[in-house]
């Protein structure tokens, strides 16, 4: 199982440079990827333009959003968008899509939430034949465009990504949630007599030396799931024990990449957090 590490683009504090100094200190690290949230109504940056600027200052670690709310976006520029990114970083670019549980997120862009599965899905065919195309260009650097990942957790959901996505992408939860997902994602991949094997990618939160401030973050980023958001602030992982331990489980659950988020921007983390994994 590889590791990768989120970039502070939701995070206190997160600008420019310690955006920066963080993809700088991954590049150097032992991670295998840099990931991003997105979200509108929020104070974070807008990913594709994060990952851009993480693109310029790294060559190695691959570049994916976990994830990006595809029916709030055009599905063409969404796809010149992420060919871009591709191109830019020399084809290290993963998308990872889903249709997002913020009402909010929808209203303040307009888009009725109605239908947004069945937009998804639409989107994840669209993107493929855009890319083949390369009408609208430019033409990504990886054949065919960057792998693509789908999440969420409905029936319908798991069958979305076994159709048209390259591989599943789960929103967060202890290890057991996640071996959970991964076996309806492989049972709608076999249904669907697709060869291969779908990618397992997963994510957990972190915040080592900080806990405070790391749940304080979570209780403000998800206090739209009301009385659940206690969860998942106590699900942030603030030990090496903690850290260690729910790697371990995610590797014995089947997950192939799996992304670490920080909860707070201080780039300190990521050597404390390098050094847990070593």
Known sequence: MEVGVGLPTTTPGGDGRCV???????????FASLGVLDRMVYRSLEPFTALSAAAAVTARVRLVTMVVIGPLRNTVLLAKQAASLDLLSGG????????????????????????????????????????????????????????????????????????????????????????????????????????????????????????????????????????????????????????RDFVRGYEDAGCDHLVLLPTVSDPAQLDRLGDVLA
């Open 92 to 243: 290290r670019l993963t998308l990872g899509l889903a249709i997002g549980a913020r009402a909010d997120d929808y209203e303040v862009m307009g888009v009725d939430r109605g239908g947004r599965g069945r937009r998804l899905g639409e989107q994840l065919a669209e993107l493929r034949s855009i890319w083949e195309k390369a009408e609208v260009g430019p033409e990504p650097a990886q054949p065919g465009g960057p792998p693509l990942l789908a999440g969420g957790l409905s029936g319908e959901a798991f069958a979305r990504m076994a159709r048209t996505a390259d591989g599943y992408v789960h929103g967060g939860g202890p290890p057991r949630a996640f071996a959970g997902a991964a076996a309806k994602a492989w049972a709608a991949w076999r249904d669907l007599e697709r060869p291969g094997r779908p990618q397992l990618w997963g994510q957990g939160y972190f915040a080592l030396g900080d806990a405070d401030a790391g749940g304080d973050y979570l209780r403000d980023y998800y206090a739209f799931t009301g009385p659940f958001v206690e969860k998942i602030a106590t699900g942030n992982l603030t030990s090496g024990r903690a850290v």
């Open 20 to 30: 920066l100094e963080w993809a700088r200190r991954a590049e150097d690290g032992p």
